[in-house]
């Protein structure tokens, strides 16, 4: 595990890294909202998903569940109201009610054959 586990905020006006944000073990996935103002961040170990306020560049909120084993993937659908997460050891998708940080549902995978 990274004993500091990090988000890195790049200006790409100035081209360099601004605040770090400290978030959950090992982060994976990243996605924004569609109106920029949030940033998700899948976190691997902690079952996790981590949610920055990119306005002030700190985390607000975390979302656990335990239907969310080893997430990876995240998508945030085009309106910002839910966000997909993928679960690699139960091989499934979350469904993430984002605008009130529930589980919506959860959707097996098939495996490739």
Not at 53 to 73: C, L
Not at 88 to 112: A, F, G, K, M, Y
Request: charged share 15%; glycine share 4%; with cysteine.
């Amino acid at each position: 595990m990274d004993p500091h586990p990090t988000v890195y905020v790049i200006n790409t006006s100035a081209n360099n890294v601004t605040p770090i944000v400290p978030v959950r073990d090992y982060p994976t996935g990243v996605a924004v909202s569609p109106d920029g103002t949030k940033v998700y961040v899948t976190n691997d170990c902690d079952n996790a998903l981590t949610i920055i306020d990119t306005a002030t560049d700190t985390e607000t909120a975390t979302y656990v569940d335990d239907a969310m084993v080893h997430p990876y993937g995240i998508a945030v659908t085009p309106d910002g109201t839910k966000a997909y997460v993928t679960n690699v050891e139960t091989n499934d998708v979350s469904i993430i009610d984002i605008t009130s940080n529930t589980l919506h549902s959860q959707s097996q995978c098939r495996e490739w054959t």
